[in-house]
C-alpha cells in the first residue's frame, strides 16, 4: 500500500512538471517569495554561517531567479507575451520580446556573482525562454543583447559566455520548430535548461584560458548555475503553460457556445417547422365543441393531435406518441401526420394505420426506441359515430352524461414502426348530447401525478367534477392542476370534444 501511495505522488510530480494539470501558479509564486526571502537573510548572515563559496553562491543566484519570477509574471500579462503564444508573429511584438528578454539576460549577468574572473549567474534564462516560445528569431536577438552585454564586461570567460548564451536562444528556437512550433512544457523546459547550462560551462571548460582557472571556475558553479536556471525556467515554463491552459480553455468555451448558439437556432427553426404540423386553429366541427393543448417537453416536441377533414359530415381525429429522441421522433411525427392527411380520404382507419405502419417500419427497422403509438377515427357528426383503431396508444377516456361516469375506449396492443403487415382491430362507439371525449398522451398523466394519488385517477375526478364545463374551460382546469416542475418529463397533448 505504502508503495502504491509513493508511485501514484511520483505521477502527481510528473502530471505536474508537464502542465497537464491546473496548479495554483499562485501558490507557487508564494513558495518562490518565502525561497527568495530566506535566500536574502541567509546571505546577510553569510559572515556568521558556515557556508562555501558554492552554497552562497547558489543562494545569490536562486535569490535572483525570484526576483526574475517576479518579473515573469509582469511579462505575461503583456498583449504581446499573448499573441506569441497564439502565434501571432508580428515584427512589433517579436521586436517588444526580444528588448525584455535581452533585458532579463542583462539582469542576471548584472546580478551576478564574480567567481575567480568569472561570472555566476542567470544570464541564459532570458534567451531560452525567448527561445522555447518565439522560435531562432525571438532566442537569437535576445541572445546578442546578453551576450554583448556580457562580452562588454570581459574577463577571461566573456567569449565562451557571450557565445553560450546565443547559443541558449538559437537552440530554444530550434526546439520550438522541432516541436511543431508549440511551447514544450514545463518538464521539457526543465531539461532543457538543464542541458543547455551543462553545455554552457563545457564551452567555458573548452574555451576559457587559463585551463587549470576555468576548471575550478566550472566546480564553483555547475551546481548553483544550473539550480538557479533550472529553477528559473521551471517558473517561467508554469506562467506560460498556465496561460496556454487558460486560452485553451477560453477557445474551447468559445466553440462550446458557438455550437450551443447554432443547435439553439436548429431547434427555434424545428420547432416552428413542428409547430407548423400542428393545426393553426381547431376546425368547426357540427355539433361539437373542441379544445387542445400541445405542452412539448423539449424544444422540438414529437406527440401530437390532429383534426382532418374527410367530408361534409365527417372528420378525421388523431392522436398518437412518438416515442425516441427528440429530432428523429420530430421527423417522425411529421411525415406520420403527412402520411395520414395525404390518406385518409382513401383508406378506412384499420387500413390506414397498417398502410402508415408498413411506411415507416422499413425506415425505422428493428429499433426498439423508436416507434409510434397511436389512436385514429372518424367521426360521423350526422350519426355521431366514431369509429376508431387504437394503435397501443393509451385509451382515450369518454365521459357519458346519462350515467356521469366514465369508461375507456378499447386499448390495443401492436404500435407502429417495429413490425409490418400488422392487423389492427376497428372499434365503434356512440355519443350522445353532453357526452364528452377526452384524447391524451401518457405525459398528462405524468403532469397530475401527485404524491398521494395517481395521475389517470385525478383526471377522472377533474372530468367528473367539472363535466359541465366548456372543453376549453376543461383544458384550462386539467392544466391548472399540473404538478409544478422546471421541466416536463414528456410532451402534454390533450384534446377534448362534447357534443352540443
Known amino acids: 500500500m505504502p508503495k502504491i501511495a509513493f508511485t501514484e505522488r511520483i505521477l502527481k510530480i510528473r502530471d505536474y512538471l508537464r502542465g497537464d494539470e491546473e496548479v495554483p501558479i499562485m501558490y507557487i509564486h508564494a513558495i518562490m517569495a518565502i525561497v527568495g526571502s530566506v535566500s536574502v537573510l541567509l546571505i546577510m548572515q553569510f559572515d556568521e554561517l558556515p557556508l562555501s563559496h558554492m552554497q552562497h553562491t547558489?543562494?545569490?543566484?536562486?535569490?535572483?531567479?525570484?526576483?526574475?519570477?517576479?518579473?515573469?509574471?509582469v511579462i505575461s500579462r503583456l498583449p504581446q507575451f499573448?499573441?506569441?503564444?497564439?502565434?501571432?508573429?508580428?515584427?512589433?511584438?517579436?521586436?517588444?520580446?526580444?528588448?525584455?528578454?535581452?533585458?532579463?539576460?542583462?539582469?542576471?549577468?548584472?546580478s551576478g556573482i564574480d567567481i575567480f574572473g568569472a561570472m555566476a549567474n542567470v544570464r541564459d534564462l532570458g534567451p531560452m525562454v525567448a527561445g522555447l516560445i518565439g522560435g531562432p528569431v525571438m532566442g537569437i536577438g535576445a541572445g546578442l543583447?546578453?551576450?554583448?552585454?556580457?562580452?562588454?564586461?570581459?574577463?577571461?570567460?566573456?567569449?565562451?559566455c557571450a557565445i553560450s548564451t546565443v547559443l541558449a536562444g538559437l537552440l530554444g528556437g530550434l526546439v520550438y520548430i522541432i516541436n511543431q512550433r508549440r511551447f514544450v512544457g514545463v518538464f521539457w523546459a526543465v531539461v532543457f535548461a538543464v542541458l543547455m547550462e551543462s553545455l554552457h560551462l563545457l564551452i567555458a571548460l573548452y574555451m576559457a584560458k587559463p585551463y587549470f582557472?576555468?576548471?575550478?571556475?566550472?566546480?564553483?558553479?555547475?551546481?548553483?548555475?544550473?539550480?538557479?536556471?533550472?529553477?528559473?525556467?521551471?517558473?517561467?515554463?508554469?506562467?506560460?503553460?498556465?496561460?496556454?491552459?487558460?486560452?485553451?480553455?477560453?477557445?474551447?468555451?468559445?466553440?462550446?457556445f458557438d455550437e450551443l448558439e447554432r443547435?439553439?437556432?436548429?431547434?427555434?427553426?424545428?420547432?416552428?417547422?413542428?409547430?407548423?404540423?400542428?393545426?393553426?386553429k381547431l376546425p368547426d366541427i357540427p355539433g361539437f365543441d373542441i379544445a387542445a393543448l400541445n405542452i412539448p417537453a423539449d424544444d422540438v416536441g414529437s406527440d401530437f393531435y390532429d383534426f382532418i377533414p374527410l367530408s361534409k359530415e365527417k372528420v378525421g381525429i388523431v392522436i398518437a406518441d412518438v416515442a425516441g429522441e427528440s429530432f428523429p421522433a420530430s421527423l417522425l411525427m411529421a411525415l406520420s401526420r403527412t402520411i395520414l392527411r395525404g390518406e385518409a380520404k382513401n383508406q378506412k382507419p384499420p387500413l390506414l394505420l397498417r398502410y402508415l405502419n408498413n411506411l415507416i417500419s422499413v425506415d425505422i427497422g428493428p429499433?426498439?426506441?423508436?416507434?409510434?403509438?397511436?389512436?385514429?377515427?372518424?367521426?360521423?357528426t350526422k350519426t355521431r359515430c366514431f369509429n376508431y383503431v387504437n394503435a397501443a396508444h393509451t385509451p382515450p377516456f369518454i365521459y357519458k352524461k346519462s350515467s356521469k361516469k366514465i369508461e375507456e375506449l378499447a386499448s390495443g396492443d401492436k404500435s407502429l414502426g417495429r413490425l409490418g403487415n400488422i392487423e389492427l382491430e376497428e372499434h365503434k362507439i356512440k355519443v350522445e348530447t353532453g357526452d364528452m371525449l377526452l384524447f391524451y398522451t401518457d405525459g398528462v398523466i405524468q403532469a397530475l401525478d401527485g404524491t398521494e394519488s395517481k395521475g389517470k385517477e385525478v383526471l377522472r375526478e377533474i372530468i367528473i367534477a367539472n363535466s359541465d364545463l366548456s372543453?376549453?374551460?376543461?383544458?384550462?382546469?386539467?392544466?391548472?392542476?399540473f404538478v409544478q416542475s422546471e421541466i416536463n418529463p414528456d410532451d402534454l397533448v390533450l384534446a377534448v370534444l362534447k357534443v352540443n
Do not use: W
Open 58 to 73: 547558489l543562494l545569490v543566484l536562486v535569490e535572483k531567479a525570484c526576483v526574475i519570477v517576479v518579473i515573469a509574471y
Open 82 to 110: 499573448s499573441e506569441v503564444l497564439e502565434g501571432k508573429f508580428t515584427i512589433k511584438n517579436q521586436a517588444i520580446l526580444i528588448l525584455i528578454f535581452g533585458a532579463i539576460s542583462i539582469f542576471g549577468t548584472y
Open 145 to 160: 543583447i546578453g551576450g554583448i552585454y556580457r562580452l562588454s564586461l570581459g574577463g577571461f570567460t566573456a567569449v565562451p
Open 471 to 481: 372543453p376549453s374551460k376543461l383544458v384550462d382546469e386539467i392544466k391548472n392542476n
Open 263 to 280: 443547435k439553439k437556432h436548429e431547434l427555434q427553426v424545428a420547432n416552428k417547422i413542428q409547430k407548423s404540423f400542428l393545426p393553426d
Open 213 to 256: 582557472q576555468a576548471l575550478v571556475v566550472v566546480e564553483e558553479l555547475t551546481v548553483p548555475v544550473i539550480v538557479a536556471n533550472a529553477m528559473g525556467i521551471f517558473i517561467f515554463a508554469f506562467i506560460i503553460s498556465n496561460l496556454l491552459r487558460e486560452k485553451e480553455t477560453e477557445h474551447e468555451r468559445d466553440l462550446y
Open 367 to 380: 429499433e426498439p426506441e423508436i416507434f409510434i403509438t397511436i389512436l385514429y377515427g372518424e367521426l360521423d
